[in-house]
């Protein structure tokens, strides 16, 4: 069971990675959501045991090296944010879904504070209000992301 | 299963052992990001992360790879024919201006006191593939399908046909990231080719716009100037053309003029892109081809001074004055040193301005 799950989590996060990485025209890269990013949340909220700080962690890295000017940037921010949604995750997880994607889009934002800060200390400093568009779309396609994923993950609900 | 997995004789999971290990994680990206930001240490597993990323990256771009060679395998006979016969009259004009091209510089060569023409900048070229594009507001990055194994390494100039295209980021084994010139995070030296002026060209965040942001209100600048590389900043070499002047604003309270430019290269529909190799010696090529990326860190450099540098005689100074060494007392190589036993140029192949 454990390592059928944790074969869920790895082919979910591959297709999210995709996903991210996938080359969109302009206006679609920029309102395009953080794919890995909802999957980190959603095995966090939804299976703390499999996925965790650890899948944050190793999820962030791959962005890392996939977008980051720095290589631990967006790592620390997912470990963070997979972190609270684990400490978290009875209370976010008996939540309707609208509610859920209030917590998500606040999740998000944070997230992107995080890297914000990183990216100002780290003399890479991208002001432009586009960095946010993000957050919205998000929390926008938690609700149907989170059905797919579970649906995916073969919870019993 | 585990979303009910918290029976009573369990703990709750998350409560205690979680802490523990976010903070390890956290200070191991944190430690991560101080070594690759400082130390530039992490080299290394950066190029291993990269050759596991590329084929990834191969998976995502093989769509459109396989929709272009369908569509090109369904190509019909008209179509074909139509762009051989275009593709050999662009062939002999660029023959009719090299044979031309061959005769200037040795012209140039003999009016600048040189025994013999220079070689051209361009040492080396390489085509390269692009594998993905990455073009939004906040970053504009491509991929290209060569890497460390091709020779390819930080820093190196990007070009098309038309003009500058970019410089490479991070390069990995089988593939080479590049910041183009239109990212808000890309600064390159520039010069307006009809006044000498030289400035600083800033991405302006899409594919079709740079700005220049440090040019005082009454500079002399207009539409349609070409700005060309000035050499300095040490990656790109002089004079390669990299945009040309679209939108010259000029505000009486504002001390700067607000300028942009469109780039000549057409990053939006290249599939191919030239990787270049200048040739350290020659007077145009950029100062500290290796050491100097986009972040300024050469400044022990700047304070030791280049000892190979030394002033020279007057006489020597006006037949060798390049714009490129402007900084620098007088370009000693080009005329101090005897140029390389070439004779007669080689035509060039790759792109000319």
């Known amino acids: 069971m454990i390592a059928d799950s944790r074969l869920r989590l790895l082919l979910s996060a591959l297709v999210a990675l995709t996903l991210t990485v996938l080359p969109l025209p302009a206006w679609a890269d920029t309102v395009r959501p953080q794919f890995l990013v909802l999957t980190v949340l959603f095995w966090s909220i939804n299976a703390p045991r499999t996925g965790g700080v650890a899948f944050g962690f190793f999820a962030g890295l791959m962005l ?62 991208v ?5 946010w568009v993000h957050t919205v779309t998000g929390a926008l396609i938690w609700p149907p992301a989170a059905a797919i994923l579970a649906y995916g993950a073969g919870r019993r609900t | 299963m585990a979303a009910f997995g918290t029976g009573a004789s369990r703990p709750l999971y998350g409560r205690g052992g979680s802490g523990f290990r976010f903070t390890f994680y956290a200070v191991l990206s944190v430690v991560a990001m101080y070594l ?34 369908l569509k090109d ?19 002999r004009d660029l023959e009719l201006r090299a044979m031309r091209y061959e005769a200037l510089a040795r012209e140039n060569g003999e009016l600048r006191g040189l025994r013999d023409a220079l070689p051209p900048v361009a040492d080396r070229w390489l085509a390269a593939e692009i594998v993905t594009v990455q073009v939004n507001g906040l970053r504009q990055r491509l991929l290209l399908n060569r890497g460390a194994a091709n020779g390819v390494f930080k820093g190196q100039a990007v070009l098309d046909d038309k003009g ?18 239109t990212d808000p995070e890309h600064a390159v030296p520039v010069r307006v080719e009809r006044t000498g002026l030289r400035t600083i060209a800033v991405g302006a965040g899409d594919t079709a716009s740079l700005a220049l942001p440090y040019l005082p209100a009454n500079a002399d600048i207009k539409d349609g100037d070409l700005l060309v590389t000035s050499g300095l900043g040490g990656v790109f070499p002089e004079g390669y053309p990299v945009a040309r002047v679209t939108e010259v604003h000029r505000d009486a309270v504002q001390p700067l003029a607000q300028v942009r430019a469109a780039p000549l290269a057409h990053i939006d529909t290249d599939t191919e892109l030239m990787l270049v190799w200048f040739r350290e010696d020659h007077p145009a090529a950029p100062k500290n081809p290796v050491a100097v990326s986009a972040k300024p860190d050469a400044v022990g450099e700047l304070k030791s001074g280049n000892a190979a540098i030394r002033p020279q005689t007057a006489t020597h100074a006006p037949a060798a004055a390049a714009p ?19 004779p007669v140029p080689v035509p060039a192949q790759g792109p000319q301005p």
């Open chain 1, 64 to 125: 890392d090296v996939f977008q980051g000017p720095v290589l631990g940037e967006h790592a620390l921010a997912l470990s963070l944010m997979a972190y609270i949604c684990v400490r978290e995750h009875q209370r976010i997880r008996s939540k309707p879904a609208f509610q859920q994607a209030l917590i998500v889009f606040a999740a998000l934002i944070l997230y992107e504070v995080v890297l914000f800060a990183i990216d100002g200390w780290t003399g890479h400093p």
């Open chain 1, 127 to 131: 002001t432009s209000v586009l960095r």
């Open chain 2, 36 to 69: 690759d930001q400082r130390g530039h240490y992490l080299e290394r597993v950066r190029y291993v992360l990269q050759a596991a990323a590329y084929p990834i990256q191969l998976a995502v771009s093989s769509p459109p790879a396989a929709w272009r060679w």
């Open chain 2, 73 to 91: 395998s369904f190509a019909t006979r008209e179509a074909l024919q139509a762009e051989n016969t275009r593709l050999r009259a662009a062939s």
């Open chain 2, 164 to 181: 500058l295209v970019g410089q490479t980021t991070h390069v990995g084994p089988w593939s080479a990231e590049v910041i183009l010139i």
């Open chain 2, 324 to 342: 490129a060494a402007s900084t620098t007392p007088t370009p000693a190589p080009a005329s101090a040193q005897p140029p390389p036993p070439t």
